[in-house]
Protein backbone atom coordinates (compact mmCIF):
# COMPACT_ATOMS: atom_id res chain seq x y z
CA UNK A 1 0.00 0.00 0.00
CA UNK A 2 0.99 3.68 -0.88
CA UNK A 3 0.34 6.05 2.02
CA UNK A 4 1.94 9.67 3.25
CA UNK A 5 1.51 10.78 6.43
CA UNK A 6 1.75 14.23 8.12
CA UNK A 7 1.67 14.07 11.70
CA UNK A 8 1.22 17.73 12.44
CA UNK A 9 -2.03 19.35 11.47
CA UNK A 10 -1.48 22.42 12.72
CA UNK A 11 1.40 24.63 12.98
CA UNK A 12 1.98 28.19 13.64
CA UNK A 13 5.50 30.36 13.52
CA UNK A 14 6.06 33.52 14.08
CA UNK A 15 7.09 36.05 11.12
CA UNK A 16 10.91 35.62 9.58
CA UNK A 17 11.61 32.33 11.68
CA UNK A 18 11.91 29.03 10.80
CA UNK A 19 9.31 26.06 10.78
CA UNK A 20 9.63 22.42 9.68
CA UNK A 21 6.66 20.63 8.02
CA UNK A 22 7.36 16.44 8.37
CA UNK A 23 6.13 14.19 5.81
CA UNK A 24 6.40 9.86 5.76
CA UNK A 25 5.81 8.17 3.34
CA UNK A 26 5.20 4.11 2.56
CA UNK A 27 5.58 2.67 -0.35
CA UNK A 28 7.61 -0.20 -2.48
CA UNK A 29 8.50 1.46 -5.14
CA UNK A 30 12.30 2.54 -5.75
CA UNK A 31 11.67 5.40 -7.81
CA UNK A 32 8.86 8.15 -7.04
CA UNK A 33 8.73 11.50 -7.72
CA UNK A 34 8.22 13.76 -3.69
CA UNK A 35 5.80 16.89 -3.82
CA UNK A 36 4.84 19.71 -1.60
CA UNK A 37 1.68 21.42 -2.67
CA UNK A 38 0.57 24.74 -0.93
CA UNK A 39 -3.20 25.07 -0.57
CA UNK A 40 -3.70 28.91 0.98
CA UNK A 41 -7.35 30.63 1.54
CA UNK A 42 -8.02 30.69 -2.27
CA UNK A 43 -8.56 27.30 -2.74
CA UNK A 44 -5.63 26.93 -5.30
CA UNK A 45 -3.21 24.60 -5.05
CA UNK A 46 0.54 25.17 -6.02
CA UNK A 47 3.59 23.10 -6.28
CA UNK A 48 5.97 24.41 -3.70
CA UNK A 49 8.91 22.21 -4.45
CA UNK A 50 9.25 18.62 -5.37
CA UNK A 51 12.23 15.96 -5.51
CA UNK A 52 13.04 12.98 -7.42
CA UNK A 53 13.96 9.95 -5.41
CA UNK A 54 17.26 8.74 -7.40
CA UNK A 55 18.70 12.33 -6.69
CA UNK A 56 20.72 12.80 -3.40
CA UNK A 57 20.91 16.04 -3.65
CA UNK A 58 17.73 18.28 -1.12
CA UNK A 59 15.84 20.07 -3.88
CA UNK A 60 15.80 24.32 -2.50
CA UNK A 61 13.18 26.90 -3.96
CA UNK A 62 14.46 30.42 -2.42
CA UNK A 63 13.13 29.85 1.12
CA UNK A 64 11.79 26.36 0.56
CA UNK A 65 14.09 22.95 1.22
CA UNK A 66 13.33 19.91 1.86
CA UNK A 67 15.25 17.38 3.89
CA UNK A 68 14.54 14.08 1.72
CA UNK A 69 16.03 10.80 3.77
CA UNK A 70 15.13 7.94 1.30
CA UNK A 71 15.61 5.17 3.60
CA UNK A 72 13.83 6.65 6.25
CA UNK A 73 11.35 7.49 3.80
CA UNK A 74 11.14 10.91 5.20
CA UNK A 75 10.37 14.34 3.24
CA UNK A 76 10.47 17.54 5.46
CA UNK A 77 9.46 20.97 4.23
CA UNK A 78 11.57 23.42 5.85
CA UNK A 79 10.35 27.18 5.42
CA UNK A 80 12.99 30.07 6.40
CA UNK A 81 12.18 33.50 6.93
CA UNK A 82 8.43 32.91 6.98
CA UNK A 83 5.87 35.62 5.98
CA UNK A 84 2.63 36.16 6.12
CA UNK A 85 1.79 34.72 2.63
CA UNK A 86 3.31 31.50 3.90
CA UNK A 87 -0.05 31.28 5.51
CA UNK A 88 -1.69 28.16 4.33
CA UNK A 89 -2.55 24.14 4.17
CA UNK A 90 0.64 22.37 2.63
CA UNK A 91 0.34 18.55 1.52
CA UNK A 92 2.73 16.16 0.91
CA UNK A 93 2.66 13.72 -1.91
CA UNK A 94 4.18 10.91 -3.86
CA UNK A 95 3.97 9.28 -6.74
CA UNK A 96 5.74 6.45 -8.15
CA UNK A 97 7.02 6.20 -11.48
CA UNK A 98 5.93 2.55 -12.68
CA UNK A 99 2.62 3.43 -12.18
CA UNK A 100 2.40 7.33 -13.03
CA UNK A 101 -0.63 8.34 -12.55
CA UNK A 102 -1.88 8.16 -9.24
CA UNK A 103 -0.86 10.81 -6.84
CA UNK A 104 -0.64 9.90 -3.16
CA UNK A 105 -1.33 13.15 -0.94
CA UNK A 106 -0.96 13.20 2.68
CA UNK A 107 -4.01 14.92 5.00
CA UNK A 108 -1.85 18.11 5.39
CA UNK A 109 -0.75 20.41 7.63
CA UNK A 110 -2.43 24.17 8.46
CA UNK A 111 0.22 26.23 8.90
CA UNK A 112 -0.13 30.24 10.07
CA UNK A 113 2.52 32.75 10.53
CA UNK A 114 2.13 34.89 13.29
CA UNK A 115 2.65 38.49 12.57
CA UNK B 1 -0.81 30.51 -20.66
CA UNK B 2 -3.82 29.91 -19.29
CA UNK B 3 -4.11 27.32 -16.01
CA UNK B 4 -6.51 24.81 -15.37
CA UNK B 5 -9.98 26.50 -15.07
CA UNK B 6 -12.89 25.38 -13.66
CA UNK B 7 -16.77 25.92 -13.52
CA UNK B 8 -19.15 26.07 -11.97
CA UNK B 9 -17.04 28.02 -8.76
CA UNK B 10 -19.74 27.38 -6.63
CA UNK B 11 -22.80 25.58 -6.76
CA UNK B 12 -25.74 24.52 -4.30
CA UNK B 13 -27.91 22.06 -5.10
CA UNK B 14 -30.96 20.33 -3.32
CA UNK B 15 -30.29 16.46 -2.35
CA UNK B 16 -31.48 13.73 -4.96
CA UNK B 17 -30.74 16.36 -8.19
CA UNK B 18 -27.51 15.61 -10.77
CA UNK B 19 -24.99 18.27 -10.77
CA UNK B 20 -21.87 18.63 -13.89
CA UNK B 21 -18.43 19.84 -12.73
CA UNK B 22 -16.68 21.30 -15.76
CA UNK B 23 -12.82 21.00 -16.23
CA UNK B 24 -11.05 22.70 -18.50
CA UNK B 25 -7.44 21.58 -18.49
CA UNK B 26 -4.15 23.28 -19.28
CA UNK B 27 -3.88 22.79 -23.45
CA UNK B 28 -1.41 20.02 -24.54
CA UNK B 29 -1.69 18.04 -21.39
CA UNK B 30 -2.62 14.67 -22.08
CA UNK B 31 -3.24 13.78 -18.46
CA UNK B 32 -6.09 14.61 -16.24
CA UNK B 33 -7.25 13.97 -12.33
CA UNK B 34 -9.81 14.62 -10.47
CA UNK B 35 -9.82 14.63 -6.47
CA UNK B 36 -12.79 15.77 -4.20
CA UNK B 37 -11.46 17.36 -0.84
CA UNK B 38 -13.85 17.57 2.02
CA UNK B 39 -14.11 20.20 5.06
CA UNK B 40 -10.50 19.87 6.32
CA UNK B 41 -9.24 16.55 4.77
CA UNK B 42 -6.68 16.02 2.27
CA UNK B 43 -7.45 14.79 -1.75
CA UNK B 44 -9.06 11.91 -2.57
CA UNK B 45 -8.84 10.46 -5.81
CA UNK B 46 -11.31 9.79 -7.92
CA UNK B 47 -10.27 9.65 -11.67
CA UNK B 48 -7.65 9.97 -13.91
CA UNK B 49 -7.22 10.09 -17.70
CA UNK B 50 -4.61 9.94 -19.83
CA UNK B 51 -4.78 10.28 -23.59
CA UNK B 52 -6.98 7.95 -25.29
CA UNK B 53 -6.61 5.26 -22.63
CA UNK B 54 -9.61 4.01 -20.70
CA UNK B 55 -9.51 6.05 -17.47
CA UNK B 56 -8.37 4.77 -13.82
CA UNK B 57 -11.68 4.83 -12.02
CA UNK B 58 -10.37 3.07 -9.24
CA UNK B 59 -11.34 5.85 -6.69
CA UNK B 60 -14.64 6.47 -7.73
CA UNK B 61 -17.22 6.39 -4.67
CA UNK B 62 -19.89 5.13 -6.21
CA UNK B 63 -21.78 4.37 -9.34
CA UNK B 64 -23.59 7.52 -8.84
CA UNK B 65 -20.41 9.13 -10.24
CA UNK B 66 -19.13 9.35 -14.08
CA UNK B 67 -16.79 10.71 -15.45
CA UNK B 68 -16.10 12.38 -19.14
CA UNK B 69 -13.14 13.50 -20.89
CA UNK B 70 -14.11 14.81 -24.26
CA UNK B 71 -11.33 14.84 -27.11
CA UNK B 72 -8.64 14.46 -25.18
CA UNK B 73 -9.28 17.75 -23.27
CA UNK B 74 -12.32 19.26 -21.80
CA UNK B 75 -13.94 17.03 -18.77
CA UNK B 76 -16.98 16.59 -17.11
CA UNK B 77 -17.60 14.91 -13.98
CA UNK B 78 -21.14 14.18 -12.53
CA UNK B 79 -23.23 13.26 -9.52
CA UNK B 80 -26.12 11.81 -9.97
CA UNK B 81 -28.82 11.75 -6.97
CA UNK B 82 -26.37 13.90 -4.90
CA UNK B 83 -26.83 13.47 -1.13
CA UNK B 84 -25.69 15.17 1.51
CA UNK B 85 -22.07 13.59 1.91
CA UNK B 86 -20.84 14.48 -1.57
CA UNK B 87 -20.90 18.35 -0.40
CA UNK B 88 -16.76 19.27 -0.64
CA UNK B 89 -14.55 20.76 -2.96
CA UNK B 90 -13.98 18.86 -6.18
CA UNK B 91 -10.33 19.56 -8.06
CA UNK B 92 -8.99 18.58 -11.17
CA UNK B 93 -5.32 18.81 -12.00
CA UNK B 94 -3.64 18.59 -15.54
CA UNK B 95 -0.24 17.18 -15.93
CA UNK B 96 2.34 16.41 -18.96
CA UNK B 97 2.28 12.98 -20.55
CA UNK B 98 4.52 10.40 -18.76
CA UNK B 99 6.65 9.91 -21.77
CA UNK B 100 8.09 13.09 -20.52
CA UNK B 101 8.99 12.42 -17.30
CA UNK B 102 7.21 15.68 -15.68
CA UNK B 103 4.76 14.68 -12.96
CA UNK B 104 4.01 17.72 -11.64
CA UNK B 105 0.14 18.57 -11.62
CA UNK B 106 -1.42 22.07 -12.57
CA UNK B 107 -4.76 22.04 -9.96
CA UNK B 108 -7.62 24.18 -11.04
CA UNK B 109 -9.27 26.67 -8.33
CA UNK B 110 -11.72 24.02 -7.66
CA UNK B 111 -15.72 23.97 -7.41
CA UNK B 112 -17.11 24.14 -3.73
CA UNK B 113 -20.79 21.57 -4.03
CA UNK B 114 -22.61 22.30 -1.25
CA UNK B 115 -25.85 20.04 -1.13
CA UNK B 116 -28.68 20.74 0.61
Known amino acids: AQTVTQSQPEMSVQEAETVTLSCTYDTSENNYYLFWYKQPPSRQMILVIR??????QNATENRFSVNFQKAAKSFSLKISDSQLGDTAMYFC????????????FGTGTSLTVIP | GAGVSQSPSNKVTEKGKDVELRCDPI?????LYWYRQSLGQGLEFLIY????????KSGLPSDRFSAERTGGSVSTLTIQRTQQEDSAVYLCASSLARSRRDYEQYFGPGTRLTVT
Open chain 1, 51 to 56: QEAYKQ
Open chain 1, 93 to 104: AFIPTSTGNQFY
Open chain 2, 49 to 56: FQGNSAPD
Open chain 2, 27 to 31: SGHTA
